[in-house]
């Protein structure tokens, strides 16, 4: 009988959210923990995935991360894997929305999947102590960035901001948790077509399309990067291009991004 695998994805109930939980619930012994703001939606995933502990919660509110905790140590005991997917994205220049917008982000985006992996930080340590991990799926956490924390866009700063502040705190994250047993995972997902992040402009042309990518691939670099032990994993792959592109040769970049290449939205997933 193949051990327990507990695996907390946010943002499940839709999108990358949800395709991560359905690629999940295929791995040997998993015991998902689904959680988002529309419970009705959980709860159908949940039936049709065999079960899953479902928890209904707004990952802003400062109640959430103890809630979410409380129901793993209820149901589980132990956790294995954290995916922090939940985000969202709201379109706005700085100069016209302010810091109203960049806060927002940041509460959603950064803080809060921040605050969750505060709350549940020791149970994951405490399982890595314990042994897990030895039939080679590590103890890990997942933060879903987007291609969007290399490359900023107009309209898109804030979201940028929160996305850049994120994959910032997974490295330093990655270095102190290593002694503990815990490895830490980024997902940069391009353009991928989910409720938050429709790309409706961008599959409606032919030419650009190809470019959109399904959430089962953001799904599987996820598994990548958490069981699977990768530090990152751009998704679909290609897109680290833009993120060279920005390294190498930032003015040219800069100037394609104020000409109009790159405005569509692009990030993980809605926080519902």
Do not use: C
Not at 184 to 193: E, F, K, R, S
Not at 257 to 271: E, K, L, N, P, V
């Amino acid at each position: 009988m193949a051990q327990p695998f507990v695996a907390l994805v946010t943002g499940a109930s839709t999108g990358i959210g949800e395709a991560t939980a359905r690629r999940l619930a295929r791995e040997p012994g998993a015991r998902l923990v689904l959680a988002a703001r529309r419970e009705q939606r959980l709860r159908a995933l949940a039936d049709e995935l065999g079960g899953a502990t479902v928890v209904a919660v707004d990952l802003t509110s400062p109640e959430a991360p103890e809630t979410v905790r409380e129901a793993i140590e209820r149901d589980h005991g132990e956790l294995h894997l954290l995916v922090n997917n939940a985000g969202a994205s709201w379109r706005g220049s700085f100069g016209d929305a302010g810091w109203d917008n960049v806060e927002r982000h940041m509460k959603l985006n950064f803080e809060a999947p921040v605050r969750l992996t505060e709350a549940v930080l020791p149970l994951l340590r405490r399982t890595a102590a314990a042994g897990a991990g030895e039939d080679d799926r590590r103890v890990s956490i997942v933060n879903v960035a987007s291609t969007a924390a290399r490359v900023a866009r107009p309209g898109a700063g804030a979201y940028s901001a929160s996305k850049f502040a994120l994959v910032g705190w997974s490295d330093a994250l990655h270095a102190e948790e290593a002694e503990h047993g815990i490895h830490v995972g980024l997902v940069l997902p391009g353009y991928v077509a989910t409720e938050g992040f429709p790309a409706t402009e961008i599959r409606a042309k032919a030419a650009t399309r190809w470019i959109v990518a399904r959430p089962t691939t953001v799904a599987e670099a996820i598994v990548e990067a958490g069981p699977g032990g990768k530090a990152e994993r751009y998704a679909p792959r290609p897109y680290f291009l833009a993120a060279a592109a920005r390294l190498l040769a930032p003015g040219l970049v800069r100037r394609a991004t104020r000409g109009g290449a790159f405005t569509t939205a692009t990030g993980s997933d809605a926080s519902d």
